[in-house]
């Protein structure tokens, strides 16, 4: 079981940048795949990106293709935190941004993941 906790979001303009943060609860923290998605006013949530370690220092990340290249994800063990590094925010990035985490295996489907934090709010003006 872990427990996930987002913190972060805010109200920014566009262009500007934002670190969302997502805490864990547990000891390990590093045997779990983890993910970030987003649901804007009226729409389905969706992927964002996510992160899995294969070994120590070793990891894979992949990223929604509406957000390469602008958005960044990590994870630091110690501090049992992962990371969303958002640059060049658009008023389209405007959702709730989610984390969650599955015990094991990578994947973008939403219905696969065991875990979930409650949301943080992050809103671009024009």
């Known amino acids: 079981q872990v427990q996930l906790v987002e913190s972060g979001g805010g109200l920014v303009q566009a262009g500007d940048s934002l670190t969302l943060s997502c805490v864990a609860s547990g000891r390990t923290f590093s045997r779990y795949a983890m993910g970030w998605f987003r649901q804007a006013p009226g729409k389905e949530r969706e992927f964002v990106a996510l992160h899995t370690w294969i070994r120590a220092s070793t990891y894979y990340a992949d990223y929604a293709d509406s957000v390469k290249g602008r958005f960044t994800i990590a994870r630091d063990n110690v501090k049992n935190t992962m990371y969303l590094q958002m640059n060049s925010l658009k008023p389209e990035d405007t959702a709730v941004y989610y984390c969650?985490?599955?015990?094991?295996?990578?994947?973008?489907?939403?219905?696969?993941?065991?875990?979930w934090g409650q949301g943080t709010q992050v809103t671009v003006s024009s």
């Open positions: 969650a985490a599955r015990n094991s295996g990578v994947t973008k489907r939403i219905d696969e993941y065991d875990y």
